[in-house]
Antibody, heavy 122, light 108 residues
Framework: EVQLVESGGGFVQPGRSLRLSCAAS????????MHWVRQAPGKGLEWVSG????????GYADSVRGRFTISRDNAENSLYLQMNSLKIEDTAMYYC???????????????WGQGTLVTVSS | ESVLTQSPGTLSLSPGERATLSCRAS???????LAWYQQKPGQAPRLLIY???SRATGIPDRFSGSGSGTDFTLTISRLEPEDFALYYC?????????FGGGTKVEIK
């Protein structure tokens, strides 16, 4: 059974940093591209970032480019999102999502984690 | 960026009725790179349809997708109690992938 478990969310002040993690199990993590998608409270879904199976093909939404960094450790079956210079508008549930392909672009998300909540407030 | 507009915003129907949800793209979506997800309160989205019309693993056949170009439809043939939820379309053709604003299917 595919499982994606996010962690690392919490309450943080504007301008500070946070690192999210996603622990994967139930599939060959190193064979698939992975993404982060977020959802602000009461709002729709927004793609944040994606990375291919070999840590290439990295992309970011304009809203986070230059502040967020995606990475993965295939030996640890883990995906990460380093979030710096956080803004109030980054407040959201952050989901880790898997694609059915090694490549990060041009694919849908076949499995999602339950999410980790990030709240940015002073 | 391709903007997806979903309509209606809310659909009020009774169990057993047919639901028709629309998703319109601001730019043509080639190769029908369009997916649909279901989201229930407090839960993560779940993949229903990909490639505009292919059902994901384990999805009941009362869910069907159709369309091409800029106009796509998700149809639920007979609503079951567990189908009342939020539905999002997602285009993954034009980078960055974008989502529609969602359609809420509520019990009438």
């Amino acid at each position: 059974e595919v499982q994606l478990v996010e962690s690392g969310g919490g309450f943080v002040q504007p301008g500070r940093s946070l690192r999210l993690s996603c622990a994967a199990s139930g599939f060959s993590f190193h064979d698939y591209a992975m993404h982060w998608v977020r959802q602000a409270p009461g709002k729709g879904l927004e793609w944040v970032s994606g990375i291919n199976w070999k840590s290439g093909g990295i992309g970011y939404a304009d809203s986070v480019r230059g502040r967020f960094t995606i990475s993965r450790d295939n030996a640890e079956n883990s995906l990460y999102l380093q979030m710096n210079s956080l803004k109030i508008e980054d407040t959201a549930m952050y989901y880790c999502a898997k694609t059915p392909s090694p490549y990060s672009s041009g694919w849908f998300f076949d499995y999602w984690g339950q999410g980790t909540l990030v709240t940015v407030s002073s | 960026e391709s903007v997806l507009t979903q309509s209606p915003g809310t659909l009020s129907l009774s169990p057993g009725e047919r639901a028709t949800l629309s998703c319109r793209a601001s730019q043509s979506v080639s190769a029908s790179y369009l997916a649909w997800y279901q989201q229930k309160p407090g839960q993560a989205p779940r993949l229903l349809i990909y490639g505009a019309s292919s059902r994901a693993t384990g999805i009941p056949d009362r869910f069907s997708g159709s369309g091409s170009g800029t106009d796509f439809t998700l149809t639920i043939s007979r609503l079951e109690p567990e189908d009342f939820a939020l539905y999002y379309c997602h285009q993954y053709d034009i980078s960055p992938g974008t989502f529609g604003g969602g359609t809420k299917v509520e019990i009438k």
